[in-house]
């Protein structure tokens, strides 16, 4: 704003760490939990019509009696309930995520991703450095309703050179590659690479290891509202011997993550080059 921006978000976060005073959450005393949820409200002597005590009252007895634990650490805490856990990625380690975009013109990863529980569908780019072996992934289009997703990616992937095209081989999203791939304007040649689910687990797997890489995380983005909030509340699903993103029972969209997740899986799975060959004949 003092710069004169007045275009795109601004996001302000109030929620527990992952430790409060050296102690992890889910070892915290319910007195603890409570204490640490207050500390951070921020109404809290702010409120217009509630005093400061009669809230901190109100929230240790009345809203801990009807949420329990697990709720109220939702509500309070700005947490998922799951033992205190607010990401399969730590907020530390995803904000060492945080660097340079994808370079203009660069050979990128496409891929999209359709949340079922939210409606919504996201669609992704990630460029890998074969140089240092760095990967960068970026969230292209977040909208709501699903109609848009095609005709939006079919736009994008015309001006960008993508090495493949990827998408989760599930549900809606699967329904949406061969809506892409029956159009007349769609290469028949760019075949979307269909993940299966073991595919998806290894793609999902290898997002957090390379986001949680130390002492420098090999997985980077540009931190944008729509993925970060993605990445902070997503599930976890068993997925063979792995696990994958979950959006039943999340609160907030999962498909920036998957599709980045998509984006990050094709960049690394590039479509074979037909090979420039010329024959003389005598």
Known sequence: ???????????????????????????LTDDELISACIAIHPAIGFHPTAPAAKMRQHIRTKEWELLGRDGFLRAYGNRMAELGRLAIIPQASWAACVDHPIPQGAPVGLGFA????????????AFRNLESGEVTAEVLRYRVGTAWLVPEFVAIAGRNEHVECAANAIGQTLEAVDELEARSDWPEEFKVLRMTAQQHGAACARLVKEATTTPRPTFHHIAQAELTLSVENAGKRRVGTGGAWAWLGVETSVAPIDACTAALWAADHPRPVKPNRKFWVK
Do not use: T
């Open 1 to 27: 704003v003092e710069l004169g921006r007045r275009a795109g978000l601004a996001y302000f976060e109030w929620s527990l760490p992952d430790e409060v005073a050296g102690v992890p959450l889910e070892d």
């Open 114 to 125: 359709i949340d079922p529980e939210h409606g919504d569908a996201a669609i992704a780019a």
